[in-house]
Nanobody, 128 residues
Framework: QVQLVESGGELVQSGGSLRLSCAAS????????MGWFRQAPGKEREFVSA????????HYADSVKGRFTISRDNAKNTVYLQMNSLLPEDTAVYYC?????????????????????WGQGTQVTVSS
């Protein structure tokens, strides 16, 4: 079992930055590909970003490409999402997820149903 706890979400003005953290416990995340997803009120959950086990391969949704950066520190058992140039449409609950797999493929890592473990989420609100 892997427990995931997200943190770092808060209210920020448009154009601002936040760094989300996802701290894992129970098992080392070095065996897991990790993803970030988000869900805005009244909308379905959507893929934001993913990173392979090694950290070499990353994927981003088109809507965040160039603004968000995913990274991982396996020694700290933590994954990060640096979010810059935030927009009001980035407002959502952000979820961290873990998938025990070697895959680097976007069609797998971009699919929430592929993941084995989920955190409880952290709220990001971007004011205009």
């Amino acid at each position: 079992q892997v427990q995931l706890v997200e943190s770092g979400g808060e209210l920020v003005q448009s154009g601002g930055s936040l760094r989300l953290s996802c701290a894992a416990s129970g098992r080392t995340i070095s065996n897991y590909a990790m993803g970030w997803f988000r869900q805005a009120p009244g909308k379905e959950r959507e893929f934001v970003s993913a990173i392979s086990r090694s950290g070499i391969t990353t994927h981003y949704a088109d809507s965040v490409k160039g603004r968000f950066t995913i990274s991982r520190d396996n020694a700290k058992n933590t994954v990060y999402l640096q979010m810059n140039s935030l927009l009001p449409e980035d407002t959502a609950v952000y979820y961290c997820a873990a998938k025990e797999a070697f895959t680097t493929l976007l069609y797998i890592l971009g699919n929430g149903r592929s993941y084995d473990y989920w955190g409880q989420g952290t709220q990001v609100t971007v004011s205009s």
